[in-house]
């Protein structure tokens, strides 16, 4: 460990300590709080949608209330922005893009992949939703189904309910989560069989 990074943790300790000392926050919350990040990935958000395509009451509240729909199946969420989830139909397709920087509902999908943070990522799919889902993933989304594109904020979050693919009929959740990938949840691509 270099000096800086020295410099760095102890820094960190005496902040903690101070946060403890004045009853902001405890060292429980704060071991809680990094185990969360540490089980966050996109497995989590899958379950999400696994959940609300076999149950119709789970489906209305992830719709209505994203941070309740997570913490429903244990996820923690707290001092985490609120998370709002888009559904997907036969009408509608959505793309989530945070365009300023890569605000991300890490909670339920993990830390962000590299190329949602890039500047060409987040110009194309403003500019040209289209094309970029077309090129880069092969997403295909007819001119009939209206395309929206909503931008992740550092005071709402977004996640996208992907449309059950077709001949997935009585298949159990984890056989479901098993077929949702992250960009699923990002409108970026669409589950399949």
Same mark, same amino acid.
């Given at each position: 460990?270099?000096i800086?990074?020295?410099?760095?943790?102890?820094?960190?300790?005496?902040?903690?300590?101070? *946060?403890?000392?004045?009853?902001?926050?405890?060292?429980? /919350?704060?071991?809680?709080?990094?185990?969360?990040? !540490?089980?966050?990935?996109?497995?989590? %958000?899958?379950?999400?949608?696994?959940?609300?395509?076999?149950?119709?009451?789970?489906?209305? *509240?992830?719709?209505?209330?994203?941070?309740?729909?997570? /913490?429903?199946l244990?996820?923690?969420?707290?001092?985490?922005?609120?998370? %709002?989830?888009?559904?997907?139909? =036969?009408?509608?397709?959505?793309l989530?893009?945070?365009?300023?920087?890569?605000?991300?509902?890490?909670?339920?999908?993990?830390?962000?992949? @590299?190329?949602?943070?890039?500047?060409? @990522?987040?110009?194309?799919?403003?500019?040209?939703?289209? %094309? *970029?889902?077309? =090129?880069?993933?092969?997403?295909?989304?007819?001119? =009939?189904?209206?395309?929206?594109?909503? !931008?992740?904020?550092?005071?709402?979050?977004?996640?996208?309910?992907?449309?059950?693919?077709?001949?997935?009929?009585?298949? !159990?959740?984890?056989?479901?989560?098993?077929?949702?990938?992250?960009?699923?949840?990002?409108?970026?691509?669409v589950?399949?069989?």
């Open positions: 460990m270099n800086l990074e020295a410099d760095g943790e102890r820094l960190l300790a005496s902040v903690r300590a101070l *946060l403890e000392q004045k009853g902001i926050i405890s060292s429980t /919350e704060v071991r809680e709080r990094l185990e969360a990040t !540490d089980n966050a990935s996109p497995g989590q %958000g899958a379950r999400m949608v696994a959940r609300a395509w076999v149950d119709p009451a789970y489906r209305a *509240l992830m719709l209505a209330d994203g941070t309740k729909a997570a /913490e429903a244990g996820i923690p969420m707290r001092g985490i922005p609120p998370l %709002g989830v888009l559904e997907n139909t =036969a009408q509608v397709h959505n989530v893009v945070c365009t300023l920087c890569s605000c991300y509902p890490r909670a339920v999908l993990g830390y962000p992949p @590299f190329w949602y943070k890039s500047a060409s @990522f987040r110009a194309r799919a403003v500019r040209d939703p289209r %094309g *970029l889902l077309a =090129a880069e993933w092969k997403t295909v989304v007819p001119e =009939a189904v209206r395309l929206v594109v909503v !931008d992740s904020t550092a005071d709402y979050r977004w996640m996208v309910l992907p449309v059950r693919p077709s001949g997935t009929d009585g298949w !159990d959740e984890a056989r479901l989560a098993g077929i949702v990938r992250e960009g699923d949840m990002i409108g970026v691509t589950p399949v069989v």
